[in-house]
């Protein structure tokens, strides 16, 4: 690809010349139109589209090639919620560190959903599924870590939180090396479903006995709900694994309780408790 760019640009050299001149030159325009269809074909072949599927969509300009859009759609839904998983978490670490204060957020439920997000992930890596498919496993894992720790610490628990660090990424440094046998893998994906569930009933549970949803943040809920909605269809289309699909399903029907919940205690103050 680089000596293509490179014969490109030699050639849009010599034939914008002529414009330096005031000549127009449709050589020139050519060697641009070239040069930008490269560089298009360099962005996207092969990390969102197979190179027969950028020929249908962007030479031939076949855009009910339903396959081909089927793929674009995918990848490109997956890169989305990668990218949006850098912060999906981040307003809710800003608003525990802004209130100094976790209040409501159930300890419990971060350590289930931290099991589930931790199995996605190794289950992934291990069968070798393209990063757009799983990626935002990552970014959520080390966020999910991050209130773990924020909500021992502002318990007045910060070396019980210190040793949850220390004892997650040991765990996980052995999930992801080559001593972890394939079916300790399985085994934690499959888990996922049980410890989805458990994990968002038990902060549903927290929400109904306080009363409001505490330091819980609606854009993290939103977002997470909304993700989920998004892997069904890309965990389909990228893996093929019906095991991904269902994991998915199971969240976005449990994230969609919190977000419920969430609009529910909308105008409740946080200091409110429920009345007997």
């Given at each position: 690809m680089r000596r293509d760019?490179?014969?490109?640009s030699g050639r849009m050299s010599a034939g914008c010349g002529?414009?330096?001149?005031?000549?127009?030159?449709?050589?020139?325009?050519?060697?641009?139109?070239k040069m930008a269809s490269v560089a298009l074909k360099g962005l996207l072949?092969?990390?969102?589209?197979?190179?027969?599927?950028?020929?249908?969509?962007?030479?031939?300009?076949?855009?009910?090639?339903?396959?081909?859009?089927?793929?674009?759609?995918?990848?490109?839904?997956?890169?989305?919620?990668?990218?949006?998983?850098?912060?999906?978490?981040?307003?809710?670490?800003f608003k525990i560190t802004g209130a100094k204060s976790a209040e409501g957020l159930s300890f419990h439920s971060i350590l289930l959903e931290l099991l589930a997000i931790t199995g996605t992930m190794t289950y992934s890596i291990a069968n070798g599924f393209p990063f757009s498919s799983w990626g935002e496993a990552l970014f959520l894992m080390l966020q999910t870590v991050t209130i773990g720790f924020l909500v021992q610490h502002f318990g007045g628990h910060t070396g019980r939180g210190l040793s949850f660090l220390f004892l997650y990424f040991g765990a996980l440094s052995f999930l992801l090396s080559p001593l972890s046998p394939m079916s300790v893998v399985t085994v934690l994906q499959a888990s996922n479903m049980p410890a989805v569930v458990i994990s968002r009933l038990l902060q549903a549970a927290t929400n109904y006995h306080n009363g409001h949803t505490g330091q819980l943040s609606a854009v993290t809920a939103f977002m997470l709900f909304a993700g989920s909605l998004a892997r069904i269809f890309t965990s389909i289309q990228e893996t093929g694994d019906p095991l991904m699909a269902l994991t998915y399903v199971v969240s976005s029907a449990c994230n969609a309780i919190i977000t419920a919940q969430l609009l529910y205690y909308w105008n409740v103050p946080v200091d409110k408790r429920k009345k007997e």
């Open positions: 760019l490179g014969d490109l002529e414009m330096e001149a005031g000549v127009s030159s449709p050589t020139c325009v050519s060697s641009l139109a072949v092969p990390h969102l589209l197979p190179e027969n599927c950028y020929d249908e969509l962007f030479l031939r300009f076949n855009f009910l090639h339903i396959p081909c859009l089927k793929i674009l759609i995918s990848k490109g839904l997956g890169f989305a919620i990668v990218a949006g998983s850098l912060m999906v978490k981040l307003p809710q670490i």
